[in-house]
């Protein structure tokens, strides 16, 4: 049971290209969610999912797609990199409405040069 | 749009000393509400959290917080804290309509021997 997974872990993007970082979990969850993570301002969600087939927007969206083709996996898409998407990336993901807390992946170091 | 307010930003302690984080967030719905900690260079794990029922819960490595519905608040605290409860530490809100799970901006806790 690896419980959230995110690849890769670091990553350098130059300005303008496009990228997408990964996320699967193992859990049978059904909600999922990204968040980015930068100094002084907390996490911050980008999007998220309450299952396959069904995204909507979180806090921060602008620049990033989603989609969720299947329960596993919930990929965030970055499709012209730029220096203000420098950050922390978190994948997370939770049973189902009323259990237990989001669990959350180990993260990808993300710097836009 | 719910949100959720850290007012102490970083937080000194001596060992043995008592701690008290604030949080207080701003919803009129059903919520739950969480805290999740970060020890450094790691990814969040959760302390604690309220669904229902009695508003003092307990968490791990001898947390509590205490939800206070008219005062919108949720701190959290612990009697005699440990050098190694150095991290940083999060309060977050979550709809229980939509399931967007919204954080405060965190406090850096830093415990002196």
């Known amino acids: 049971n690896a419980g959230v997974t995110q690849t890769p872990k670091f990553q350098v993007l130059k300005t303008g290209q496009s990228m997408t970082l990964q996320c699967a979990q193992d859990m049978n969850h059904e909600y999922m969610s990204w968040y980015r993570q930068d100094p002084g301002m907390g996490l911050r969600l980008i999007h998220y999912s309450v299952g396959a087939g069904i995204t909507d927007q979180g806090e921060v969206p602008n620049g990033y797609n989603v989609s969720r083709s299947t329960t596993e996996d919930f990929p965030l898409r970055l499709l012209s990199a730029a220096p203000s998407q420098t950050s922390v990336y978190f994948c997370?993901?939770?049973?189902?409405?009323?259990?237990?807390?989001?669990?959350f992946g180990s993260g990808t170091r993300l710097t836009v040069v | 749009a719910q949100s959720v307010s850290q007012h102490n930003h970083h937080v000194i302690l001596s060992e043995a000393a008592s701690l008290e984080l604030g949080c207080n967030y701003s919803?009129?719905?059903?919520?739950?509400l969480f805290w999740y900690v970060q020890y450094p260079g790691q990814h969040l794990q959760l302390l604690l959290k309220?669904?229902?029922?009695?508003?003092l819960v307990k968490g791990i490595k001898g947390f509590e917080a205490e939800f206070i519905k008219s005062k919108f608040s949720f701190n959290l605290r612990k009697p005699s804290v440990q050098w190694s409860d150095t991290a940083e530490y999060f309060c977050?809100?979550?709809?229980?309509?939509?399931?967007?799970?919204?954080f405060g901006t965190g406090t850096r806790l830093q415990v002196f021997p």
């Open positions: 977050a809100v979550n709809d229980y309509n939509t399931d967007k799970l919204i």
């Open positions: 309220y669904f229902s029922g009695d508003p």
């Open positions: 919803y009129g719905g059903t919520v739950n």
């Open positions: 997370a993901s939770r049973a189902r409405k009323g259990s237990d807390g989001y669990t």
